[in-house]
């Protein structure tokens, strides 16, 4: 049994709409093994070590139902099991995760194994764990590998727990999250620790532990002094202890003589109550003090030290939130029990755990505990009487064991007054009071106290769980005041996916609020782009780019390119869209990362749909993304069709519902809204650039898409026009998107196209343009596309009727010999009727390019399908067909004519032989005059071949009997 392969899903995806880990598991002989084949002992054994897993109710939907699924008939299978460990395994760890699936993954003994994580490598270790307790518990004989030496359940299980405790948000930082999500509001971890982004966009805020995105520096500043506090605070006349900062033994002894016995020695900025020692009586205590300080901060505080009851008092945005007595971690005698065994049984409550995993923290007889004991000439053999309180720590932190009392409503207003002018005095928004007093529920002007500390990051732990009394929502409190109800904590996220025509429909959305005033963020298969400026190069398609968006403080809008790609690496980033578009569904990328038909990917490109909440926009006139409807819970549908008579459409309009329809007038074909029985004409495609005066088809369809959502998005009508009319398909606004150059005597039309759908679009619409000349195409596909795909991008270029085909490679081989795609989709054209002599073979693209330029003649059109958009595009602009290059070219071009002259032969490869060194980037030098010299070439289309060399021998081309 092992895993083959790993997925981690950031966010929604066609597995769920929130963070998994997909395991390709392989049980290899243990697919013969289900549960029952294993035995009792088995599931015994496993119920021993993880007894949560009684809880799990599985596909019965109630405790017991997955124990039932393991015992009953032949039981289940390991890689059902190992899905339902790795999530108990989280549960033990306070990760609250419940989401699992386990099913085939086509081959036999393979599996997909699914479960939910919160952090990552979390997830990951959790199933690395899970695997080694099964191959633990099967007998011997069937464990394909030996377990680690020295392995234990205990151990592994608790290391486990403290690994899982590291990388987890601390339990503050995590309750502001889930106030956070309660009031959907969404959030990113930016870093390892707590650094973490609220929201989205200009709205977001960070907080960092309990220190936000509002807190003044200067203010943390200050109350990391606690010599300046304590100053501050007795300039306002609140109650603060006598204080005095040594940086020596001698001087602490000095001071605590001065401030008067007994005293307090802590560090000068430590927190969490560390090396603090308190009510030292004489100048021994005091020198013992002062080191154990030092440990911790070279200057050390000693102060006055006063009685009465540990208090913090936390105060958000000027207002008392909560209130808690807190004591020192201790135990109780009862007359019988040594303290040791008081401490195990007081760390048997369930809700004490290793450090923040529960609300209560374990006890420990650590150096201090034992120090304590010494200091009552006890031991942890010793029993202590009955009621007798025995103190374990010496300060109350909820860290080192101790516990705290909700007290809230019993606060005397004074002591109310107090807390919040300390807080507002420091100039914190979030900050937590530390306040000695006999009595929480009388003045201190009567009873008095002090306060001893004020806290910039307080801890949210002891009122969110109090060990007794009511717990405070005050997480609440700081989602309330970084985001009034009145404010928005989000911008308008819209999200693409489709088969065709992604990018130039996100970059149309993006110009069109661009235009409208807004600072937009656009993810692309070129970048990354913010306000217009690219930030990023690359095919930024993923939640990796959305992130980038989503996270930049100056956008205002996102717009986000969603590939097929990145929906089945790492699903997608943000939890909801506003917006979610699916253009089409087309057959791309078949057999590719276990999606084998254009069904199951309608599925994964469905998610987009799923998760939009205002408007989900589909195509009508797709089948695949017409059903989408019934997958998602947006408040609206948004049909675009460019069949006025759609049935379905009508239906809907009729209903009150929304669509874009592409109707036919006097003038044109106009693009026209449809909402709550409101018919709004928008715009003629023949206005539009982007379709070549309504001719593109294809782009007609991107800019109804980009109107709808830009409509859904709430973009005033005049500017989605305004948009639309100044939106062209320039290299610079869409490179590699119907690029159309006209500044040669012959038109030529760039396009990234690579599947048949894309294909047969252009195809269309050159043979729909007027063209005085020839038609000419240079044809490529992709090299990890299946045989039958790349044989369907030549079926729909043969329907094109181009006069002259040239057929090349993508620079990627991507699994594909030199040849082996240019040849496929030569003899795909002849198969489909296109005659020899129109078909060229020429493998590399640079070159394959330049001899269609070459080619073509005043009046032509010439479509180019490019891989390497920037280098072909220069390559077009940079074309000159006079002068020395015309007698470059020269020599080549009677190559070709002397072998169209060569009986039954077509010239199908001018390019680098085998023999030759592959991939040069720079032009070879003018050949020289062609010798035609016949050879037998049987790995080529035909049995019978001719080779053109120049003198020097160099192959120029081949032709091959067809």
């Known amino acids: 049994m092992k895993i083959l392969d790993r997925s981690t899903y950031v966010g929604p995806s066609h597995y769920a709409h929130f963070p998994v880990i997909r395991l390709e598991l392989d049980l290899g002989p243990l697919e013969q093994w289900p549960t029952m084949r294993l035995g009792q002992g088995f599931v015994d054994a496993l119920l021993a070590a993880l007894p949560g897993l009684a ?73 690395d764990v899970a695997l080694t307790l099964l191959t633990a518990l099967l007998p011997a004989s069937l464990r394909a590998e030996p377990l680690p030496e020295g392995w234990s359940w205990d151990a592994a299980r608790d290391e486990f727990i403290r690994y899982a405790q590291r990388r987890a948000l601390g339990p503050s930082t995590a309750s502001i999250v889930h106030a956070a999500e309660a009031r959907e509001i969404p959030w990113i971890r930016l870093n390892d620790q707590s650094l973490i982004q609220l929201g989205y966009g200009k709205h977001q805020q960070r907080i960092q532990a309990t220190v936000t995105s509002r807190t003044p520096h200067i203010a943390v500043e200050i109350a990391s002094d ?7 605070l007795a300039n306002l006349g609140l109650p603060v202890p006598r204080q005095r900062l040594v940086q020596s033994e001698s001087r602490a002894v000095g001071a605590a003589e001065r401030i008067g016995y007994p005293v307090v020695c802590k560090p000068y900025n430590a927190n969490h ?60 005698g009862d007359g019988v029990h040594t303290v040791a065994q008081l401490v195990d049984l007081v760390n048997q409550d369930p809700r004490r755990g290793i450090g923040h995993e529960k609300v209560l923290t374990r006890i420990e007889l650590d150096d201090q505990a034992l120090g304590l004991l010494a200091k009552r000439e006890m031991t942890p053999a010793s029993v ?33 007054e107090m807390a919040v002018r300390a807080i507002q005095a420091i100039g914190l928004d979030v900050g937590g009071v530390d306040f000695l007093t006999p009595d929480i529920t009388r003045s201190y002007k009567d009873v008095g106290g002090a306060i001893c500390e004020v806290n910039a990051a307080p801890g949210f732990r002891m009122h969110m769980a109090p060990s007794e009394g009511r717990p405070r929502d005050v997480a609440g409190k700081v989602i309330d005041m970084l985001f009034p ?149 947006a408040r609206h549908v948004c049909y675009v069709t460019m069949d006025p008579g759609h049935a379905l459409v009508r239906e809907h309009i009729r209903a009150g519902g929304r669509a874009i329809a592409l109707e036919k007038g006097v003038n044109g074909e106009m693009i026209t809204i449809y909402d709550k029985g409101a018919h709004i004409p928008l715009l003629w495609t023949h206005l539009i650039p982007a379709t070549l005066e309504g001719k593109a088809l294809h782009n007609v369809q991107n800019a109804m898409f980009a109107a709808a959502m830009a409509f859904a998005m709430g973009v005033k009508l005049e500017d989605i026009r305004h948009g639309l009319r100044t939106f062209d398909t320039s290299f610079f606004q869409a490179p590699g998107r119907l690029n159309v150059y006209d500044q040669h005597p012959f038109r030529v039309l760039f396009d990234y196209g690579h599947n048949a759908h894309a294909v047969n679009e252009l195809c269309e619409l050159a043979n729909r343009l007027d063209v005085k000349g020839r038609r000419l195409l240079v044809l490529s596909a992709p090299g990890d596309r299946r045989d039958e795909d790349i044989r369907a991008i030549a079926e729909v270029a043969a329907r094109g009727r181009f006069d002259h085909y040239v057929c090349r490679r993508d620079d990627p081989l991507r699994g594909r010999g030199e ?31 330049d001899a269609a330029l070459r080619m073509a003649q005043p009046g032509d059109l010439l479509l180019v399908f490019a891989d390497a958009l920037a280098r072909g ?51 070879r030098p003018a050949p020289s005059p062609v010798v035609v010299e016949p050879v037998r070439a049987a790995r080529l289309l035909g049995d019978e071949a001719s080779i053109i060399r120049d003198e020097r021998g160099v192959i120029l081309a081949r032709t091959a009997d067809d």
């Open 55 to 127: 809880d799990h109710g599985c596909s019965y939907g109630e405790p017991g139902g997955f124990v039932r699924r393991m015992t009953e008939d032949e039981g289940t299978w390991l890689g059902h099991v190992l899905e339902h460990v790795a999530i108990e395994l989280q549960n033990a760890a306070a990760v609250k995760v419940t989401f699992g699936k386990t099913r085939e993954a086509g081959r036999p003994g393979v599996y997909d194994v699914v479960f939910e994580y919160e952090q990552e490598d979390v997830g990951h270790e959790a199933a």
């Open 226 to 232: 606690k010599e300046e506090t304590n100053k501050i």
């Open 273 to 332: 109550g560390r090396g603090v020692s308190v009510n030292l009586m004489t100048p021994d205590e005091v020198r013992a003090a002062f080191h154990r300080a030092q440990e911790h901060s070279r200057s050390v505080i000693v102060e006055s030290f006063i009685t009465g009851h540990d208090h913090r008092m936390l105060v958000v945005n000027g207002e008392l939130v909560a209130a808690a007595k807190r004591m020192p971690g201790h135990v109780v």
């Open 384 to 416: 202590p009487a009955a009621g007798d309180e025995v103190l374990l720590r010496l300060t109350a932190n909820l860290s080192t064991g101790g516990t705290a009392t909700d007290v809230t409503d019993v606060v005397h207003p004074d002591n109310v």
């Open 485 to 633: 109800r009145e404010r928005a904590a989000t911008i308008p996220i819209a999200a693409v996916t489709g088969t065709n025509g992604k990018t130039t429909t996100v970059r149309m959305l993006a110009h069109i609020h661009k235009l409208a005033g807004k600072r937009v963020g656009l993810t692309t298969t070129d970048g990354v782009y913010i306000d217009g400026q690219r930030t990023v190069e690359g095919d930024m398609t993923g939640p990796t780019a959305a992130r980038i968006v989503l996270s930049d403080p100056q956008v205002e809008v996102a717009v986000l390119e969603t590939a097929r790609g990145g929906l089945l690496r790492a699903g997608m980033a943000m939890r909801h869209v506003d917006v979610g578009a699916v253009l089409n569904v087309q057959p791309d990328h078949l057999g590719q990362k276990g999606i084998d038909t254009v069904e199951q990917l309608a599925e994964v490109k469905r998610t987009v749909a799923e998760i939009a909440r205002d408007t989900a926009v589909l195509n009508a006139d797709d089948p695949l993304t017409l059903r989408m409807a019934a997958y998602t819970e």
């Open 819 to 849: 040849e082996e795609v240019p040849r496929m989709l030569a003899a795909a054209l002849a198969a489909h009727g296109v005659a020899a002599d129109r078909i060229t073979v020429i493998v590399d693209e640079q070159q394959a390019i």
């Open 873 to 923: 595009w220069k390559q077009i602009v940079n074309f000159r067909a006079g002068g020395a290059a015309a007698r470059e070219a020269e020599p080549v071009a009677q190559a070709q004519r002397e072998a169209r002259a060569v009986p039954r032969a077509q010239v199908i490869d001018i390019a680098p032989a085998d023999d030759e060194v592959k991939g040069a980037s720079a032009p």
